[in-house]
């Protein structure tokens, strides 16, 4: 299966002192939607094809799924397993097969990348110690090949967004 994280665009600051639920509603900026848009042209011409898009209920997640959704064949649902660090929750969401774009945010998804690259290779977390070493800028792409398991799966392309700004 092919699995592709994907960071939500460029979205709006958050307000000073402002709580969670302002952090939840928080919406792309127009330039965010330009820019993602050229992501998914990008990944169009690469024959990106979807067959489901998971998505964290946050606004600029849901709006970055809505732009993606233009790669889609199948469904997009909402998990909030993507909305906190990554753990076996989110993993049994994931089907074994196809090709899933898992639309989240940081420094959740550099945690799941590092966990279904090297699984649980340094003993206790490995999650925490390579939390911040793959870096997915907004509206970046990783592509991963295998197994969505722990140390089940390979690096295809680490695709920042200013790859697909030509």
């Known amino acids: 299966m092919e699995l592709f994280l994907v960071r939500h665009a460029l979205a709006e600051p958050l307000p000073e002192g402002a709580g969670e639920e302002a952090d939840d509603a928080r919406a792309l900026t127009p330039k965010g939607v330009r ?14 094809e979807l067959d489901l898009i998971l998505t ?24 909030p397993h993507l909305a906190e660090p990554p753990g076996e929750a989110l993993l049994a969401e994931i089907p074994q097969e196809g090709r899933v774009a898992l639309v989240g ?24 110690a390579l939390e911040g070493r793959f870096v997915l800028k907004k509206g970046g792409v990783a592509w991963l090949e295998g197994t969505p398991r722990p140390g089940g799966m390979a690096l295809k392309a680490l695709l920042p967004p200013k790859v697909f700004r030509i």
């Open 35 to 48: 820019r993602f848009r050229k992501v998914v042209k990008g990944l169009s011409a690469l024959g990106v």
């Open 56 to 79: 964290s209920p946050k606004r600029r997640a849901l709006e970055t799924a809505e732009l993606l959704s233009d790669l889609l064949s199948g469904e997009t649902r909402v998990t």
């Open 105 to 128: 945010h940081e420094p959740y998804l550099s945690a799941l990348l590092g966990w279904l690259l090297f699984g649980d290779l340094l003993g206790g977390s490995v999650r925490e």
